[in-house]
């Protein structure tokens, strides 16, 4: 395994039509089409247009981003079991990104592409749309995707997709898993708020007591790596669960809330941090004004500059992601980069779901400059499936990272390898 180049996309998602809340989903999807229109509104347009047959200015203009929703919905129409298998597929064939199993991102080569599906708990009760009849908060039970993820990984380590686009198949496969393209390590979603204390204590201890933050990060790497498409299939398995996940995901607009102020659940939140430290535990945080939201005063769970503040004051050693950088708010992007140059934290970003523009990563370029440390804190991650909103594929994404023309090589080179083994395998 070491002689093996590994390209590292720390915030990916892998879902199908039945995990998410749909309600969510359409108050996030906004779609940036020169000003931002709700994608529920857009769809009820769309819809209308089709029936009518009006072929309207407006309409037209907007197509191609109707198809960028159709093509987000046709692979979450899937089977989750294929997901993997399909990626690889189209990085391997159309467009490819991907030949004879080596990737070119920069001028760099890599054999290896290591994925950290992030978990998302929808499970909140508040999740409604008030104008429906039928208003009930829908049951999302976050264990039924925790099952549904672990097999899939499981399903791609143990078949190979055979066939194209007109006609596949999977079969057994006898490619062991350091021959395959991808390395899977997931991130375990968890919203205190649901959870007892005890009931939190179990799920920590169930997947992730077999780390210690003493590990080496070859030791790390090679536990996450033994247990890796190892699921038993049975989720109640308290035996065979350890190292499955390699981290954890929380999502202050989903209802998780970093620094309640009400005495049990800072207490269990607590518990988590410490938890994570003692362990060695990378989190990652949405970290950004828009996503999946669920009722009023989100943005105050969401901020860095509020409650993670709180946080980091108090747990300075807790490795910690914010996601998406900021990104839509200069208050809270300026506030991110302080925390990436605070030599007393252990705070890391991934540029997620971010446009791919020249400006952009031309600011992320003058940003990093020649701060040691915020060039070592930065990371990798596509926010892929969400990205198909703006991308047609997990290729295009791959392909504007690599030639956006503006991040030096060196920063491209980090972001998507050394700075995020820190991040995933690092020990304290």
Known sequence: MKDQKRFYDVHFHTMDLSHPNLTAFLERMELDIKGKCRLAAYLKMAFKAVKSGIRSRLFREKSFSFGNVRNLLSYMESSMEYDFHILEYFLKSRDPMVHNGVMEIAGEKYNKIVLCPLIMDFGDKTIRDKDAFYNMPPVKPVVQQTADLLNAVKHYFAYELKGDEKSFDFVRTGIPREKRLFEIYPFMGINTSRYSLHETEEILHKYFSGFSADDSAEARQAKLFAAMGQYSGDIDDRVNSLNLFAGIKVYPPLGFDPWPSESAGLKKVKYLYEYCIEHGIPVT???????????????????????????LEHYP???????HFGYGDRAWLKTVAEYLKNPGYNVYADISCNPGSPRYYRTLQRMIGDNELMKRRVLFGSDFMINLLDYRSYNDFLKTFSENGELSEENIRFMAGRNAEAFLFGSR
Not at 285 to 306: A, E
Not at 317 to 323: E, H, R, V, W
Request: glycine fraction near 14%; proline fraction near 6%.
């Open 317 to 323: 050693g807790l490795k910690l992601n914010f996601a």
């Open 285 to 311: 945080t949405h970290c950004s004004p828009g996503g999946f939201t669920v009722s009023g005063g989100w943005k105050t769970l969401t901020d860095p500059r509020r409650r993670w503040r709180c946080v």
